[in-house]
């Protein structure tokens, strides 16, 4: 399972389409997109899904919720609370197999670690409502 994310597209990498640097909300990203097509600016409804996440684990401290680029590349350390299947890092980050392999860490603050965070485009994002 993906997570469902309204976001903002910041910059797409001039020498490679695939790398893709978002916002939703106060939280930045840097993705693998394949696929192209998408405008500097606008935002989209996209989903985003977690590849190779290992070795959750109870976070340290005084932890708070976080996306952590590792270097310059797709990788991120996470922290966050774990709820069931999602894990609230700033912005939610769901992944069915958190809720059976680390049902043990149910309700903590949790630390892992993520090879990449792939971005798919559902469609242009809704326009928000009109206020009156």
């Known amino acids: 399972m993906q997570t469902r994310q309204i976001v ?13 640097t978002l916002r939703a909300g106060d939280v930045r990203l840097v993705c693998f997109h394949f696929g192209g097509g998408l405008d500097v600016g606008r935002s989209y409804l996209v989903e985003l899904t977690l590849l190779d ?7 340290h401290g005084l932890a708070l919720p976080s996306l952590t680029r590792r270097d310059d590349g797709f990788g991120y350390d996470v922290v966050g609370r774990l709820s069931g299947s999602v894990v609230d890092a700033g912005m939610p980050l769901v992944d069915e197999a958190f809720a059976t392999e680390c049902a043990w860490l149910d309700g903590k603050m949790v630390h892992f670690e993520v090879d990449r965070i792939d971005v798919e485009v559902i469609g242009a994002a809704p326009a928000a409502p009109i206020a009156s």
């Open 8 to 20: 903002t597209v910041e910059s797409i990498d001039p020498d490679t389409d695939e790398e893709i």
């Open 53 to 59: 996440w290992h070795r959750m684990r109870p976070a």
